[in-house]
């Protein structure tokens, strides 16, 4: 049985959005090089939207986390399962996210990306869910708040399906 996905935000919407925020980008960062950080998997379709409107110099780098715990409580650490392959000492770093969501994974990571001395560091999600906020995270440059709907497309998954929507939509669980 397939399942029907209802539009929560449209391709059009999603990607005017992303326009507007890499002309923001491209102005702050107006003179500098930008080093972006994508967090795979679901950060990778939004990055390179965004990187491909950029109009500063732009170096990508990727890193894979999943949260550390067991199946009811997350402890808030998060396990690094690929690590960048680049130093990013010295340089304007961007975190590219698809959501935050707990926030707790951002809330870890962050303080140990600051370790390893960037010039810079801000983080860019497409998606926040305020909602469901337990930790704290800044969003220096944010696409949309939704509500508390679990979504899927534009990198976002339902096991593991779904990231190539070019679209942000909500699955109907009780579909026919
Ligand atoms: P958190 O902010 O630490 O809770 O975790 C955010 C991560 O949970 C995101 O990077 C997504 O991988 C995943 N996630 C949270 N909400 C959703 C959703 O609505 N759809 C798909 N993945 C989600
Ligand atoms: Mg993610």
Redesign the pocket.
């Known amino acids: 049985m397939a399942d029907k996905i209802s539009i929560m935000i449209s391709e059009e919407d999603v990607n005017a959005k992303i326009k507007e925020l890499a002309e923001e980008i491209s102005r702050d960062y107006a003179g500098k090089e930008l080093h972006i950080i994508c967090?795979l998997k679901?950060?990778v379709f939004f990055a390179c939207e965004l990187a491909k409107r950029l109009t500063i110099p732009v170096s990508l780098d990727f890193m894979q986390v999943s949260?550390y715990g067991n199946a009811t409580s997350?402890s808030g650490i998060v396990r690094i399962k690929k690590d960048l392959d680049d130093s990013m000492e010295g340089k304007e770093v961007l975190i590219v996210?698809?959501?935050?969501?707990?926030?707790?994974?951002?809330?870890y990571l962050i303080p140990v990306l600051k370790q390893r001395n960037p010039g810079s560091i801000r983080l860019c999600a497409l998606?926040n869910?305020p909602d469901?906020r337990?930790?704290d995270?800044d969003i220096d440059y944010l696409g949309f708040n939704i509500p508390d709907?679990?979504?899927?497309g534009y990198g976002?998954?339902?096991a593991q399906k779904y990231r190539n929507l070019p679209y942000i939509g909500v699955i109907e669980l009780d579909a026919d």
């Open positions: 967090i679901g950060g949260s997350s996210e698809d959501i935050i969501d707990s926030g707790k994974t951002l809330h998606l869910k469901r337990e930790a995270v709907e679990y979504v899927v976002l998954d339902y």
